[in-house]
């Protein structure tokens, strides 16, 4: 049986409905009420009756403005994205620059609201905050030099990269209690374990113990810092590498798809 196809909220008109009595809430305290809910309880914990309680109104008031739950997700999701670091990236001097704070912003904004980063794998941000984002981070882009495909990749590595890094830190912190304490107890007890598990790996287990013995959050924001840095690296090289690109681009343009070798340096 073929999947039902997506319609995302954002792909149709969304006004509310009409009525003889018009609704008192509006569709941006419904969503922002979400957002508090998310941040409180969690993504297990949202649902139409809880959050009209905590408005103050039934689940029918919601379905005013809001007509299922995948609806209310999509909204609540393009919130993130209207965080500060987002939209300030159009007014970065480079295209490197731009890409930092992108992924900074984006990376604050998954730990301020761990549930997002449930959803971004899940569904499309298509909203006009996640549109506005991208398309600053692709002018920025643009302006640096990348053209064509090589644009696309080079924006797609830049988000690729920070939501696969980000995402499973943020799973594991949210996992173990949400605070660096019990980040640092889990770690520790982690520790324990590997230690014996690692038995047969002398190496390994250095060098488990030297970051175990580290401080968590620290190491955590060093480990992203050197792998953005290293991916805006390779991308500057790239740049430099006209030929190299427009080459890449075609062959991803003709098949989809681009080989182990055209990504070699």
């Known amino acids: 049986m073929a999947a039902k196809p997506y319609r995302s909220v954002w792909a149709r008109d969304t006004a509310p409905r009409r009525g003889r009595e018009q609704p008192a809430l509006s ?73 930092t704070r992108f992924a900074y912003g984006l990376r604050q904004a998954l730990f301020q609201h761990p549930w997002a980063a449930q959803l971004v794998p899940a569904m499309p941000s298509i909203g006009p905050n996640a549109l506005k984002a991208m398309d600053n981070l692709m002018s920025a882009f643009g302006k640096g030099g990348f053209t064509g495909r090589t644009l696309d990749y080079a924006v797609s590595a830049v988000v690729a990269y920070t939501l696969g890094a980000t995402t499973p830190e943020v799973g594991l912190l949210t996992k173990v209690g949400g605070t660096e304490a019990a980040e640092r107890e889990w770690y520790d007890a982690m520790q324990e374990q590997v230690q014996v598990a690692a038995a047969d790996f002398p190496e390994l287990r250095c060098r488990y113990a030297g970051y175990a013995a580290s401080e968590v959050a620290a190491t955590r924001a060093f480990n992203f810092d050197f792998g953005l840095t290293s991916m ?34």
Request: include cysteine; charge should be negative; charged fraction near 30%.
């Open 27 to 99: 569709r941006a305290q419904i969503v922002r009420a979400a957002v508090e809910l998310l941040d409180a309880e969690g993504l297990d914990a949202l649902s139409m009756r809880r959050l009209g309680a905590r408005l103050g109104a039934g689940a029918t008031s919601i379905y005013w403005h809001v007509a299922t739950k995948d609806d209310l997700l999509e909204l609540v999701l393009d919130e993130v994205y209207a965080e500060d670091g987002f939209p300030q990236a159009v007014a970065c001097p480079t295209w490197r620059e731009a890409a």
């Open 232 to 265: 805006l690296d390779g991308l500057e090289v790239r740049l430099r590498r006209d030929e190299d690109g427009r080459e890449i681009g075609e062959k991803a343009a003709g098949n989809g798809t681009a080989t182990p070798a055209d990504h070699s340096a």
